[in-house]
């Protein structure tokens, strides 16, 4: 497919006037905050606006930019029609919709656009400007009050609320009071962030983490907002005792945001997982942490993949592997060579994809390390196996998938609830396309045994897309009983894209 060219947003960037790309960033940002909206702007996203990358924003940037420009329309600002831009031929020159709740991703890939000059300030004109009082206004504001810098700002967006560090590590919990029992405590003075509230972050990690293998991400994700909120509020919250503290609290935030993150993912909300992904990585630079980095840009690459967007699951894949060379973790380097895989497997590069599966067997055969993650914990040899049967599946090679597959299974972890289910539901796909359908309805009645316990709208979408392939042989009693259990145990339509388990 080939994309039209991409022609400049002219009327976009006349209303950015005589401000950096990443001062009128800020400015984008601090408007989301004023409508409770979620947009990880940065300059970036800015520049990519006006060369005509970006031909319409996803609805988030929507929201806020006609909250900065009462009265203009997408067409005033320089934008295309949605419907223009929407369609198979056209979704990788838009940004998606968000799928559940405010969408805050970082852009898509994108390009075209045919530039509509309207209202704006232009460059050289200070009159242009003051025809538009609304635009003035949050201009004159942000530039008088705004004076931290880009990625400071990302950190402080919309997760700040009111509060202190107190209140924050009091709500760090899952269990117990419910949010709106922390907000009404009243609100000490007291501004320094200590030891205790950096372990209630660094356990609200681990917390997040055990319930998603036991139970799936579904009914957690809403749970999880709430301490990753607080988490930031204590960022904000003022000085720490020890630049100890402050790396800790920074890790432990970043951490927290891409749980949270993996949580929508996993929960198909993957507009909100892409803005917590961004969120973690933002943290990651402004601490100089390159295990949180690597740790970011390994979510972001699977998140790609399954969003359908191979070459930056590629891209995000290198990138985290040249952030961790320097951990001391072959099993690291190894998931990430699996990550890269994984989207070399979805550009149909079947030599690239093999040649990243054998340097991640390489590393894994090094074995653990003094330098692994704590996160990494679920990366066995079963989930090696998983994530290669993946890639065979993505290629087409369905006997060599279920190989694999049968393999993850057979050395999977019990303590990992959630992935007894994911594996068989992979395996369940593998085989019903290599044409075992047997095999495939006995292995689909496993998954379906473990589902009241696990509540993930990604298993769910494999096995329904392992009971169309099998529909044809609906004849066969084992197929037949199968379909009609799975029927029976679906609450509504599920379409969410395969993938494995991973915080």
């Not at 497919?1 to 006349?14: D, I």
């Not at 704590?374 to 006997?399: H, I």
């Not at 993930?456 to 044809?472: K, T």
């Amino acid at each position: 497919m080939v994309a039209t060219a991409a022609v400049p947003n002219l009327a976009f960037r006349q209303l950015r006037g005589q401000r950096s790309a990443g001062e009128f960033a800020a400015a984008v940002r601090r408007a989301a905050r004023e409508i409770g909206e979620q947009v990880a702007c940065d300059a970036r996203y800015i520049g990519r606006v006006e060369s005509g990358e970006i031909r319409c924003p996803n609805y988030a940037y929507e929201r806020v930019f006609l909250h900065m420009f009462p009265g203009a329309s997408l067409a005033d600002l320089g934008f295309s029609a949605r419907e223009s831009v929407r369609g198979r031929g056209a979704r990788v020159v838009s940004e998606p919709p968000p799928t559940t709740g405010p969408a805050a991703s970082a852009p898509s890939l994108s390009s075209s656009l045919s530039p509509s000059l309207s209202l704006s300030p232009s460059p050289s004109s200070s009159s242009s400007s003051s025809s538009d009082p609304a635009l003035l206004r949050l201009l004159r504001r942000d530039t008088e009050t705004d004076d931290i810098p880009e990625e400071s700002d990302v950190l402080r967006r919309v997760f700040m609320t009111s509060g202190t560090a107190t209140v924050a590590a009091a709500s760090l919990g899952l269990g117990g009071a419910p949010a709106s029992a922390a907000a009404r405590v009243s609100l000490p003075a007291q501004r320094r962030v200590g030891e205790a509230e950096v372990n209630a972050v660094e356990k609200a990690v681990r917390q997040i983490r055990l319930l998603d293998d036991r139970h799936g991400a579904d009914g957690l994700y809403r749970r999880a907002a709430q301490p990753l909120r607080a988490a930031y509020e204590l960022l904000d919250a003022g000085t720490t005792a020890r630049r100890a503290t402050s790396d800790r609290l920074h890790a432990g935030a970043g951490e927290l945001a891409i749980s949270v993150g993996w949580l929508a993912h996993d929960s198909g909300r993957f507009d909100d997982a892409r803005s917590h992904y961004a969120e973690a990585l933002a943290t990651a630079r402004l601490a100089g942490d390159p295990g949180l980095e690597a740790h970011a840009f390994c979510n972001t690459s699977f998140l790609a993949r399954d969003a359908g967007r191979p070459r930056e699951a590629v891209r995000a894949a290198e990138a985290g592997q040249r952030a961790a060379r320097t951990l001391g973790s072959p099993r690291l380097l190894a998931l990430l060579a699996l990550r890269e895989a994984g989207g070399r497997a979805g550009l149909g590069d079947r030599t690239g994809c093999d040649r990243a599966i054998g340097r991640a067997r390489a590393a894994f055969d090094r074995g653990t390390a003094a330098g692994d993650p704590e996160w990494m914990s679920f990366f066995r040899e079963a989930e090696l196996e998983l994530l290669e049967a993946q890639c065979w599946s993505a290629l087409g090679d369905w006997s060599r998938a279920a190989r694999h597959g049968r393999r993850a299974t057979a050395l999977q972890d019990a303590h990992f609830t959630r992935n007894l289910a994911l594996y068989r539901a992979q395996l369940t796909g593998d085989l019903a396309r290599a044409g075992r359908a047997d095999e495939a309805a006995a292995t689909g009645h496993q998954a379906l045994d473990l589902l009241p316990r696990v509540q993930s709208s990604r298993i769910r979408g494999m096995l329904a897309g392992a009971a169309r392939v099998l529909e044809p042989r609906a004849g066969a009693t084992p197929v037949a009983s199968f379909l009609t259990r799975h029927r029976e145990s679906t609450p509504g339509p599920a379409a969410t894209p395969a993938g494995p388990a991973t915080t």
